[in-house]
């Protein structure tokens, strides 16, 4: 079934390339068409931020390249929110009331998100953004999240991650869930609670801690107190990797341990993230670059953050996630062939875009479509996908340990 | 009202009617949106500064009442369906009392100034924002606020908040105005210098500093709850951050925190920079620049930008005309008669016990001064003199014993009730407020001393003082400007011009030169001619002779002769006591 | 009820977590107390020392031991270079706030020029490793910052106890005016410990990157409770300093041990609070 339709979508996609190619051929002309948007350039949230504005960079460049939207270049206007969310609102009331910007794309990560919503609502622009962790918190009817994580990711997601480690040989009988008080990863954790004792599995222990902790060498102990077979890490960048450290000067290691929103990076290469998993809804490897869009943003991306001085240049989540932000803005743009707000809402409401990550479709509770969130594994030092089926890398399948 | 309140009332509301019409009128959202966030600095800032700048009392804490303020109108309108203005009313008053009841606990703390204040108030941020994290309150996931109506004060949400903000901010500036001119701004002002003198100069601190704590907590809690629907999603780690408590910090030393004006001016600044390097190129470089030029200005004008501004337009203004100081000391205290306060009184001293820790300073010394009567207190160094001037001026409070002046009892009473009765006291090292002129140092004293005065008239009378003194052409004077004799003799002007009945005078001869010390001498008598009674606590024992009616000798805590001065001093005891035979015991 | 060695656990946690506030604290609270300047910049420092060290040894391969020798020595001259900056400027107590402030805002910026906002973990062999005692495991990194910690504490104590200098700064900073009519040349002892707190700062950056991550905003996460060791601690206390941060260590993993760990800030912070009102001459 789910073979058929990403069939189906390489079709679609070649349509969709073909019909571009067509177009494409002269130079953007004419006014620019002007994009705004925030993102935390400095402050706590900028080292994930810096991903998207990345991404959003090549993606504005390689549009202009082409034949821009509707003919007319493509001009991003980006400001430094500097991870403050009442920055944020009065940003995008100045690329919209005074820049007045054609078009509005979100800024990174949820707070920041929810506080620039209320803008798009009042100003009713169409609100594609790419980092949101709460659905059930966006009740816009115009905006369109590219973190397709489902109208429910506290139950889907922790589903997905615990369906395939039952289809393993050596399928988990307890989970520690040890989470950030971080509003998503929490939210999503104490999801996992729940799906966990529904599934019949034993949850041996479950804790918040303070976003910013900084005593990893007590919640190690208790994890290891508790001896589980699977600890679910509900945290933000590489707080993972400080509890796998602390909890390895403990002489322990966890059978095995799941990591929510990981930074990619460091947990791949590092030494004690040896088979972590995380969920992925992009890895650098089949079927995800069969994706035409995925395999000219991959060298793409690779050359441009390796020049940023970023340490782990790879397309993975954070990446992907914005670039299909802005291949739905595009395409909205493109099937209307206008820049007005209500006719590009009515059309995203109606199909389904054809992205990087996936076909996403705007049609269900909140504007959310499927959780298309895969599980991911780091083996030998690279993360591969590793379930569904039919969305694992070549040869790999998710390792017992 | 005065003119200067009159001026400033007159621009405050103009300024709030120019940009009421403005958001009226229609500006683009941003601009709104951009002030507003400028208007809340403002009220946080200036509400800050009104504890922590006016009086000294350096809070680390007001993200704490920001963030109760927030949550208030967060949870009442989510929660509760109340609607948003009538929230704020509860913010405000919900985050009035926690400073309230913080300063209850903590400013009877007498230790608990200075930086461990600043402590406690960062400890209570970071035990309240656990709480609320960890609680209903929020829980972790955040409150949304998106669904709560926005009453339409104007067109747009926007304009409303803008609005509030506007009012809040003008609220704010206009009571640091009020407070700074009325005699709440001078008792926190007193405080800030050296609080202890203040309370014993007549200064109800406590209920002061309460006073102050509240306000600048609550409208910290009224900026909150408007904060809240501003960013509409109120999450811990947002609302508790370390942003509110240095940057209202920041802001009120950039502008000058002592003055009404100086925060505001700093949020402005500060709060307008924030915006100046948005751009996404040049964020993190803009950043840094923003920070050098902050840098320059304040190593440029370390005082603050508005006292540093003021300054130098005074200067400016000062070398155009000639200075009047003398005239006006003149014209001050001529021809009018300066009278001590009402009816003469008898000091008692019952029994009275004092220790501190293991030494026991006094050990059931009685005595008793008669109305107008001048007693010599004598004794060694450590004989409990001062220590019997600290509890009789309500410094510290007796463990035990009875201090009566007239038919009221003064122990167990504060130290500005005390002062209030008719008692005042003078410091062997004399403790002028720093920041006050020679002038403004009596005219404290006169305000606050007994028999209540307006600010003019105390200064008025004050002018008086400082002439009687001889310190008129000292009036604007600061204390560090003048010399030791001066500053002696301005402790005597403070002590006058609170209308005592009975004044306690430490050691005010010693350091003196010959000269000064007759002049000195000359001054007690004619204070003493006016019908106070005076406790006469010296070394020099020629003063002590020549003055006292009477003379009291203490040894270690205890009363061990009384008498005429000069039998006295012939005692066997007493000579052995001096001799430092300390053997003899009764 | 938590078992004995998940509960001895956590106080070894706590304790080398302490270690490392204190050893943040330490240079701080001889800046504030004895040359009346709260400097921001400190943790700027701390944490350009942390980057320092992650570049030499991630990219270049050289030891930490190694990175700290250049390390510190070269923040002792940062610190007397802004010793110079502020002595020449007679920046005042209050207005130090601000300057440093902006002095770490700016440092901060470079930071994120160089290194961008990305997170960097320097990876070591070492990082890892623990020695173990009974059933307790001791984690070597962090015992070692919390040795440093209690070395350089002692160390520093016995410097302002027994030396000329450290007497001259005591004094100095109690009553200049007095201190100077002796002959204690103020500004000159300055430097010295401007440079020397600059350079704890260095050496608490070297462990920082061994045992943390790092990203550029890291500079603020620190702020609020080495701020509260150091007033615990008592100013310019070195002992008080080591002593007040291993108590804030313990009591939070405590907490996270037995109850929760969201809690923690609770416990410790209502801990000191009641410590505070109750007996405010202990602190």
Sequence with gaps: ?401 | MSAHGRRVALALTIATLGLGALAAVGLPAFYESFLYLIFSWIALATSWAILSGYAGYFSFGHGAFFGAGMYTTATLTTALGMPFLLTLIAAGVLAGLLGLGIGAVVFRVRRLRGELFGLLTLAITFVLATIVLNTRIDGGPGVYLSAVPMPRLLASPTGTLYLLGLLLAVLTVGAAFAIAQSRLGLGLYAIHDDEDVAEVQGVPTLAYKLMAFTLSAGIAGIAGGIHAMYVSYVTVGETFSITVPLYVVLMSVLGGARHWLGPAVGAAIIGASLYAFTGGQQAVLGRAAVAFALILVILLLPEGVVPAVIGRWRRHARAASPPTVVDIAHAAGGGRALTPAGAPAALECHDVWKAFGGIQALRGVSLAIGPGEIVGLVGPNGSGKTTLINVVSGHYEADRGRIALGTETLSGRRAHEIAGLGVSRTYQIPRPFAHFTALDNVALAATFGAGHRSAREARTEAQGWLEFTGLARRASAFPHELNLHERKFLELARALAARPRVILLDEVLSGLNPAEITSAIRLVREIHEQGVAILFVEHLMRAVLELSHRIVVLNEGEVIAEGDPRDVMRAQRVVDVYLGRSHVVA | MPSATLLGQSIVSGLLAGGLYSLLALGLSLSWGLLRLVNLTHFALALLGAYLTYQLGHVFHVAPWLAAAAIVPAFFLIGVALHAVFAYFRVAEFASLLVTFGLAVILESLIQWFWTADYRRYETAYATMSIRVGPLFIPTLEMLACLTAVVLAFATWAWLRFTYVGKALRASAEDPAMAAAFGVNHRAQAFLLSGVSAAYAGIAGTYIALIATLAPSQIWTWLGVVFAVVIIGGLANPIGALLAGLLIGVSESVTMAVVTPAWAPLVSFSVLILILILRPGRV
């Design chain 1, 1 to 401: 079934m789910a073979v058929r339709t990403f069939g189906r979508r390489s079709v679609l996609s070649a349509i969709f390339l073909f019909s571009f190619a067509t177009t494409a051929w002269a130079a953007p002309s004419g006014q620019p068409i002007r994009i705004g948007g925030t993102l935390a350039l400095t402050g706590g949230l900028a080292p994930t931020a810096l991903l998207h504005k990345i991404a959003g960079e090549i993606f504005v460049e390689e549009l202009n390249k082409g034949n821009g939207l509707l003919g007319r270049p493509v001009e991003w206007v980006l400001l430094d929110d500097q991870s403050k969310p009442d920055l944020t609102r009065s940003l995008y009331e100045k690329l919209i009331t005074v820049d007045k910007v054609d078009l509005i794309i979100g800024p990174y990560a949820t707070s920041g998100i929810l506080a620039a919503m209320g803008v798009a609502q009042r100003y009713n622009k169409v609100y594609v953004h790419h980092s949101f962790g709460m659905p059930h918190l966006a009740k816009y009817e115009m905006h369109f999240p590219t973190a397709s994580f489902g109208p429910e990711p506290q139950k889907s997601i922790p589903t997905t991650v615990f369906e395939s480690l039952a289809a393993t040989s050596k399928p988990p009988k307890s989970v520690a869930i040890v989470t950030s008080k971080f509003p998503s990863a929490q939210y999503q954790s104490s999801g996992a609670k729940e799906i966990a004792e529904k599934r019949g599995l034993k949850v041996a222990l479950y804790l918040e801690y303070e976003f910013g902790t900084r005593d990893w060498g007590s919640l190690a102990a208790r994890v290891k107190d508790a001896n589980p077979d699977l600890v679910w890490i509900g945290a933000l960048g590489l707080d993972g990797n400080q509890l796998l450290e602390a909890m390895k000067k403990l002489d322990y290691t966890p059978p095995r341990h799941f990591h929510l929103f990981p930074a990619p990076g460091p947990l791949a290469v590092a030494p004690d993230g040896k088979n972590a998993l995380s969920v992925t809804v992009f890895e650098e490897h089949p079927p995800f670059t069969n994706n035409p869009g995925a395999a000219k943003l991959i060298p793409l991306f690779h050359d441009r953050a390796v020049k940023a001085n970023v340490p782990y240049p790879h397309v993975e989540t954070q990446v992907a996630g914005s670039w299909a932000a802005w291949q739905v803005l595009e395409a909205a743009v493109t099937a209307t062939k206008s820049l007005d707000d209500k006719a590009m809402a009515q059309w995203l409401r109606k199909n389904r875009v054809d992205t990087v990550i996936g076909k996403l479709r705007f049609d269900g509770p909140n504007n959310y479509g499927d959780d298309l969130f895969k599980v991911k594994q780091v083996q030998d030092g690279k993360w591969v996908v590793v379930w569904p089926r039919e969305f694992t890398a070549p040869g790999a399948r998710l390792l017992p340990p």
